[in-house]
């Protein structure tokens, strides 16, 4: 049974700093580039990064550039978010998802999916 579980989200003010964590299992993690995509009320989940399976390579949307890094621990079957300089409009549930091909986590499209974790940032 495949599992994605995120966790690290929460409460924090404006220019704060979180890492959310993802740890996979059931799955050869290694195989998989990992994305992380948010979803906030009212609004269509949108991708935010993603990292390719050996994690060599990473790629940001420009709404968090220069504030967010995707990283990965294969030894772990762990993928990490860190966000820094969080904004309220980073305020949404925050998804890792899994999938063997990049181009498809660019079309917010994936084999596996987590729960989500709820980040807020207040003004």
């Known amino acids: 049974q495949v599992q994605l579980v995120e966790s690290g989200g929460g409460l924090v003010q404006a220019g704060g700093s979180l890492r959310l964590s993802c740890a996979a299992s059931?799955?050869?993690?290694?195989?998989?580039?990992m994305g992380w995509f948010r979803q906030a009320p009212g609004k269509e989940r949108e991708l935010v990064a993603y990292?390719?399976?050996?994690?060599?390579?990473?790629y940001v949307a420009d709404s968090v550039k220069g504030r967010f890094t995707a990283s990965r621990d294969n030894a772990k079957n762990t993928v990490f978010l860190q966000m820094n300089g969080l904004k309220p409009e980073d305020t949404a549930v925050y998804y890792c998802?899994?999938?063997?091909?990049?181009?498809?986590?660019?079309?917010?499209?994936?084999?596996?999916w987590g729960q989500g974790t709820q980040v807020t940032v207040s003004s």
């Open positions: 059931g799955i050869t993690f290694s195989s998989y580039a």
């Open positions: 990292i390719t399976r050996s994690g060599s390579g990473t």
């Open positions: 998802a899994g999938d063997g091909n990049t181009s498809r986590l660019r079309r917010t499209q994936a084999d596996y």
